[in-house]
């Protein structure tokens, strides 16, 4: 009767019942090896005991850094709660093991294996060690826990350099053996941001509402600028200023301080010369602005835009695209002198839409302009009487040229140099609706260029593709490395090959996006993932909310930029009318790195005069980016500093202006071909008019032999 009296005790039952159940959460939990072996379960220590729940005033006292190891510290800052390393000395043993093994001075380095060193006091210690060295060699105790993809690239990228006898292998074989891509736990993704810690990663879902399985690759948006009227592009100079130049549609270029601050003054404002659309789909306006490779001592700028100044084509062309040169102005390095303007190519163009327009530099410092369909039928080419020979290609010039009658030479390895049927500046054809190309800063050992364009793939679909830019190609029927399929019916809108030192995991990914808003990578594909054929591979770019990040991209997308560092902006727009100025600009951070590593900290360059003797002497002409001085008409010498009269001037008489003679006195005429001698009463006069030509010719003379 006792027994039964004692089995009917709720408390018994209540304990026997939470027995069994751990009972079966144990069993349940344990998973059987392929020897038989019972893997580990999660929330245990190294050993199988269980983690230490750390007391409120343990917690503080060791916050507080009262443990006299800067490792215990970090340890206890990363677990502040629960903890698998003994109150008094965190990890002592491994931390020890750790330093002796690894050591180095790189600060960066270093701060990354303190993070690592940690793993020991995890709670999940023993999953992040186990089936690792574990499973391949059981009785040697492993060196590093299961590292998450992103952190195991940013390891070995930042730490190969300093710790040669840990990476021996190159970074997808070191990933793939200490990394982990599957959704188990993996360090450090398991961290939590705890109140007040200031962390370098993303903060737990309750503040970051992310799948864990796009975690990896969740960046930020940082608001920079606000208040854009239709932006178009954002480029750089590369003169060592990092100035930002944000080109907005209606045709005015304003420039952005190395402290990312608005200046007042535009750097170039042409709106009268530009004709912009006024309806959605309507792709008028400014187009490009490219910045030469030697701007810094040339400062020239090419320009492309779209206008009605001249109806100067044959047939029913709706506008002109123009690609124009400029020079920035002598007196002032923020600001363009627009009388330095020289065309480059013309185009008519009979539609509104598929425009493109660009203009890039290659490393090897030719000009790209690529050019969209413009929806133009053949009939409608064979109407306009082939003015339109360009339509849907990528042109290829060299504007260092020496000749002063033509803006641009034909480099000789363009596909058509010497074609009758083709004109010799297509370098590619068969283009659409380019939406933007971007080519690989980061230059081959064999001397090719990676050039990527995102563009539709047909003339009436919003369907699009990506790109490779070769040679002589014609993309009509070339293959694409990619198509979106995936994009919504929302054409693509083409952005930058990652180059920068602020994302090592975004590092040569090429970012781009579509104009609904959405931003996603395109990655090389490795070895392993290969096999089918396919070279790249698609991943959406996750975006941190506002909670996490401070900002949020908001709108659609409008188009990229890139900075001296190589870093990504992103222009967005929360309306499509020109009339409002809801234009925002972005840059692309990634939170799991400090906002300026020490490497990618630069000593800033205030922009200088131009100071080339071409541009301070050639006053009566124009200079070629190679610093030539090419005379305007009636104009000669080695600066243009001699002008000019056909015929020349007779009788002692000096051409001052072109076709216009000072004469001495007693002649007069336009070459001073006609003898008029004064009265005697103006001997004196003609005397002294006489002084001041024969000063006059001398000093030319002087001003040429000192030239």
């Not at 790189?106 to 990354?112: A, H, K, P, Q, S």
């Not at 074609?419 to 609706?433: C, K, M, R, V, Y």
């Not at 009269?645 to 001052?656: D, I, K, L």
């Amino acid at each position: 009767m006792a027994n039964k009296h004692l089995l009917g005790s709720p408390h018994l039952q209540f304990v026997l019942v939470l027995a069994i159940a751990i009972n079966v959460w144990e069993c349940g939990d344990a998973k059987f090896g392929e020897r038989g072996e019972i893997s580990p379960r999660r929330r245990r220590c190294y050993d199988g005991s269980l983690p230490k729940r750390l007391k409120k005033r343990e917690r503080k006292v060791l916050l507080d850094g009262s443990s006299s190891s800067s490792s215990g510290e970090v340890c206890h800052r990363l677990y502040p709660r629960v903890s698998c390393c003994p109150t008094k000395r965190p990890g002592a043993p491994f931390l020890s093991k750790m330093s002796t093994i690894f050591s180095t001075n790189n600060t960066e380095c270093g701060r990354l294996l303190e993070e690592i060193k940690c793993a020991r006091c995890s709670p999940n210690a023993q999953v992040l060690f186990h089936s690792l060295d574990m499973d391949k060699t059981p009785h040697r105790e492993p060196d590093l826990p299961r590292l998450c993809q992103d952190f195991c690239r940013e390891f070995y990228y930042t730490c190969r350099g300093h710790i040669s006898e840990l990476f021996q292998a190159d970074v997808d074989e070191f990933c793939q053996y200490y990394g982990r891509r599957d959704s188990s736990l993996c360090f450090p993704d398991f961290q939590r941001k705890q109140p007040g810690q200031d962390s370098n990663y993303l903060g737990d879902e309750k503040i970051e509402d992310i799948s864990r399985k796009h975690k990896h690759n969740c960046y930020c948006a940082q608001e920079v600028l606000s208040g854009l009227r239709q932006p178009v592009a954002v480029v750089h100079c590369g003169d060592g200023s990092q100035r930002l130049f944000v080109l907005e549609r209606e045709g005015i270029v304003r420039i952005l301080n190395h402290d990312l601050e608005l200046m007042k003054e535009p750097f170039l404002d042409i709106h009268k010369l530009v004709q912009s659309g006024l309806k959605g789909g309507d792709e008028r306006g400014l187009l490009s602005l490219a910045f030469h490779p030697n701007y810094k001592k040339n400062g020239k700028l090419y320009v492309s835009y779209t206008t009605n100044q001249e109806r100067w084509a044959i047939g029913p062309h709706d506008h002109i695209l123009r690609v124009v040169e400029y020079t920035v102005s002598r007196k002032n390095p923020n600001q363009v002198d627009t009388r330095t303007v020289r065309v480059l190519i013309e185009v008519a163009e009979l539609h509104r839409k598929h425009l493109g327009g660009q203009l890039l530099f290659s490393p090897d410092g030719l000009l790209h302009i690529i050019l969209g369909d413009g929806m133009i039928t053949l009939d409608d080419m064979e109407e306009m009487d082939g003015l339109s020979d360009f339509t849907g290609s990528v042109l290829r010039v060299d504007v260092d040229t020496d000749c002063c009658t033509s803006p641009y030479s034909i480099p000789r390895k363009n596909p058509y140099f010497n074609s009758t049927n083709q004109p010799p500046e297509i370098f590619a054809h068969g283009l659409h609706d380019p939406g933007r190309c971007a080519v690989d800063r980061l230059q081959t050992d064999n001397g090719s260029l990676l050039i990527l364009c995102t563009d539709a793939s047909g003339k009436n679909t919003s369907s699009g593709r990506i790109l490779e830019i070769t040679k002589g190609k014609d993309y009509e029927n070339e293959p694409s490395i990619y198509d979106l399929q995936s994009s919504g019916g929302s054409p693509p809108v083409g952005g930058f090959i990652y180059r920068g030192c602020q994302s090592r995991r975004l590092y040569g990914s090429y970012v781009f996006g579509d104009k609904n808003g959405n931003l996603r990578i395109l990655q090389k594909a490795t070895l392993s993932t290969s096999a089918s054929g396919e070279q790249w591979q698609e991943k959406s770019l996750c975006l941190g909310s506002a909670g996490s990040c401070g900002s949020m991209l908001v709108g659609h997308i409008l188009g990229f930029g890139e900075d001296e560092l190589g870093e990504v902006y992103i222009l967005a727009s929360s309306k499509s009318l020109v009339q409002s100025h809801s234009g925002k600009l972005y840059k692309l951070v990634d939170p799991k790195r400090p906002h300026t590593p020490k490497e990618c900290q630069r000593q800033v360059e205030p922009p200088e005069l131009l100071m080339t003797a071409c541009s301070r002497h050639c006053k009566n002409g124009h200079c070629t980016p190679t610093g030539k001085c090419c005379c305007s008409p009636g104009w000669e010498g080695p600066f243009c500093r001699v002008a000019k009269c056909e015929p020349a001037c007779r009788n002692g008489g000096v051409c001052m202006e072109p076709n216009k003679c000072l004469c001495k006195s007693g002649y007069s005429g336009a070459q001073c071909e006609k003898s008029e001698r004064g009265m005697p009463n103006d001997q004196e006069k003609d005397g002294i008019l006489d002084h001041i030509i024969d000063m006059t010719s001398y000093l030319l003379d002087l001003t040429s032999y000192i030239v």
